[in-house]
């Protein structure tokens, strides 16, 4: 039986994908502008706004230099210092340009004047990012200014920038030329974003670092659901559990993290109530803590106290704990305080064992722990009073003033085509971040998402449980056996069936994920060959293993083989083989990016099974040709 659990792909919902730096493939737009954002060296207006067709003005230019440099924390509002008979006591960059001209990036003109408000010139801004890495003029062979271009064309300054000499410098040039300083070698040949603390890697700067080094939180919002930030809110983006929203959408104890350079708020809903059973490593300084069967980090002083042996929780008490944006406990309240509805399938259910594992009066009345695969794709631990549930049993789990209520629920079904882009099914809505969980009779479950469905037309016997968000969308849906997914999916190397006598036996060989294992069944033998095939569980044992259907694969993408002139869907997780045939005829396990249908003989196997959103190659056999 096969338990897979999807990881939540959403810890910051704007990392880019980098490309890489060079003249072969220059890293995208949007990623040097996001980086450049992300590190405040050039930030929009109150609405975002990059104004990139802008030009730049020398003041300006040097205010993006100090963000990006090791001085960017330093500088204050202005001193009352006036270097240039231009720059007044008070103007707004004052203290940039006397940091400029103190450390000889930019210098003054000799009628005493700075002129903060010309605009600056390639061939200017250049020379003062040579000497902002180190460059001083015995490294430059020529004169000015050509001996500055040639010099930061060599180094990789220019590379992507369009102006040229004499042209003055708008917004947009000055992404590409401070990512470009960001990724260049220093005079002493380290690279100038590692010198800051920057992680760079073949040329590309690491944008998910970056931000994540730049973002503030957590914090929990407030009763009314209000988040504080130091910007404004007008025009900002706000992702909650990874979807696009808006600040309305925030509710009481949700976490919230905030980037100020990107004027982006990230939301946080998930929250696990149940027994607290036990602290790591001590309960004077827990730094992790098992709550519903699962143990989670702690994350932050405010939870490690209140979890502490001098705060308000103990093993055995009903607790809810607050999830940031890793998965992480960023804080302890009371279950009354945020009541809990869970819906899932039971894996398993037994009496207690005693209760003199938990402490509290709460737990005293503890008779059976039941694991539910819950909706969301975890498997929590609940302790109840009531009787054991079967394995598979469709149940609700509510946890409310203190007490846990497990119950078995009856089926509400639908029926329908998913649409093409994963977003609506049986005439409702999927709501942003719904939970689907395919389940089968005896406790094997897989959470999906909502394109694993696209296309697929459900019957009412492929839906066991649906429930509705307040806005009346589709927010939980319990499938039975729709996909397919659920199935251990393996390659038979060896078969060994024995029909002769009464009591029919045989003996397996297979391959799964790259590993090979052995089976053997007294009684019964199972009627398939060498080839794909699928595992078919009933309560935790072997009940069938059904043969997979092969077809010859003329062409292969990441997503669909072809065959002849039929299109057949790759399972996300599809195995491939490449099978040897020089010598023993082992298998190997590889990749889809190591094999092609111009190289090598392909065969593909699929699930002709009968699940409606099946049909899907799981396995994948290349021979060389």
């Known amino acids: ?113 700075f002129r903060p408000e010309n605009t600056i010139t390639l061939e200017e801004a250049c020379t003062a990012l040579l000497r902002l890495l180190g460059y001083d003029s015995g490294s430059l062979a020529g004169s000015f200014p050509s001996a500055q271009l040639s010099k930061a064309g060599a180094i990789g300054l220019l590379d992507d920038v369009t102006a040229s000499q004499g042209q003055t410098l708008t917004r947009r040039d000055c992404v590409t030329l401070f990512y470009n300083l960001l990724v260049s070698d220093t005079s002493g040949g380290a690279v100038y974003g590692t010198t800051l603390g920057y992680t760079v890697t073949n040329g590309e700067v690491d944008y998910s670092a970056l931000v994540n080094s730049n973002t503030k939180g957590p914090y929990v919002a407030a009763t009314d659901g209000g988040v504080t930030v130091p910007f404004s809110t007008s025009g900002i983006a706000v992702y909650r559990n990874g979807s696009a929203a808006d600040l309305s959408a925030v509710k009481q104890y949700d976490v919230y993290y905030y980037n100020s350079n990107l004027r982006t708020v990230w939301v946080y809903s998930d929250r696990v109530t149940g027994t607290l059973t036990s602290l790591s490593p001590s309960k004077t300084s827990p730094t992790s803590a098992t709550v519903a069967g699962v143990t989670y980090p702690v994350a932050t002083s405010t939870a490690a106290y209140k979890l502490s042996s001098q705060g308000e929780f103990a093993p055995g008490d009903l607790v809810t704990v607050l999830l940031g944006m890793n998965g992480d406990i960023v804080d302890v309240i009371s279950p009354q305080d945020s009541e809990s509805v869970y819906y899932g399938v039971v894996v398993s ?179 398939v060959s060498t080839g794909g095939a699928a595992l078919i569980y009933e309560d935790g044992s072997l009940n069938s293993i059904r043969q997979l259907t092969a077809v010859g694969i003329d062409a292969l993408s990441d997503l669909y083989a072809v065959s002849g002139n039929k299109q057949y869907a790759l399972d996300e997780g599809v195995q491939v083989l490449l099978r040897d045939t020089t010598g023993a005829r082992d298998y190997y396990a590889t990749t889809l990016s190591e094999i092609n249908a111009s190289e090598y003989t392909l065969t593909g196997w699929y699930d002709n099974l009968g699940y409606s959103a099946g049909g899907r190659i799981r396995l994948i056999v290349a021979t060389k040709n």
């Open 349 to 527: 259910s037994a009496k207690a064992a005693s209760s003199s594992s938990t402490t509290s009066s709460a737990a005293a009345s503890v008779q059976v722990v039941t694991q539910v695969a819950c909706t969301d794709g975890t498997v929590r631990t609940f302790y109840h009073s009531g009787s054991e549930l079967a394995a598979g049993r469709l149940v609700s789990v509510s946890v409310a003033q203190g007490d846990t209520t497990v119950k078995g629920i009856s089926g509400k079904s639908l029926s329908g085509t998913v649409n093409a882009d994963g977003t609506r099914f049986a005439g409702y809505d999927l709501a942003p971040g719904v939970e689907i969980l395919d389940t089968d009779g005896s406790g094997g479950y897989v959470r999906i998402y909502p394109s694993r469905l696209a296309g697929a037309t459900l019957t009412a016997g492929d839906v066991r449980y649906y429930t509705l968000d307040s806005n009346g969308d589709i927010n939980r849906l319990v499938l039975n056996e729709a996909t397919g997914d659920i199935n251990p999916y393996v390659y038979l190397t060896k078969v060994e069936n024995d029909f002769e006598d009464m009591n029919a036996s045989g003996s397996y060989q297979y391959i799964r994920n790259g590993t090979t294992y052995s089976i053997s069944s007294s009684g019964r033998a199972y009627g």
């Open 1 to 113: 039986m096969k338990h897979r659990l999807t990881a939540l792909a959403a810890a910051l919902s704007l990392v880019l994908t980098l490309g890489c730096v060079g003249t072969a493939s220059a890293v995208d737009q949007s990623t040097t502008l996001e980086t450049i954002r992300a590190l405040g060296i050039m930030v929009g207006d109150d609405q975002g706004d990059m104004k990139l067709n802008a030009s730049v003005t020398r003041a300006e230019f040097v205010t993006m230099m100090t963000a990006a440099s090791s001085y960017q924390d330093t500088i204050g509002v202005g001193s009352g210092v006036s270097l240039f008979k231009d720059v007044k006591s008070g103007h707004w960059a004052g203290e940039y340009i006397k940091l400029a001209v103190e450390q000889n990036w930019m210098c003054g003109y000799v009628d005493g004047t």
